[in-house]
């Protein structure tokens, strides 16, 4: 899977796509950024509900290559602009964290059930 392939799935809205078109072989799921920073596997996408300019800085140093922001909370522009900057991809959704891990996990892994 693509970066680019998260634009295309329902119910996450891209707020910013300056991002590389990098495979995403895996997700991570925390709000925790020390925990993001020690666990986060290369190439992934954090589900989080940390909406700033920190977590964006922290993607960037363990090459997470996309973030999605749940609970529809509002991204700040300097986070918007550090993401550019990184090449990190930025998603927003209605969607609690559980909900959007699933989601995630099922377009990784092509299972449709």
Known sequence: MKVSDLT???????????AADNPISAGYTSDLLSDVMANAPDDSVLITIQA????????????????IICHSRRIPDDMIAAAQREGIMLLRTEA??????????????GDCN
Do not use: M, P
């Open 8 to 18: 295309n799935v329902d119910g996450w809205q891209c707020i910013s796509a300056d």
């Open 96 to 109: 609690n964290q559980f909900d959007t891990t699933v989601k995630l996990h099922r377009l990784l892994t």
């Open 52 to 67: 700033h300019l920190n977590t964006v800085a922290v993607a960037a140093l363990v090459e997470v290559r996309a973030i």
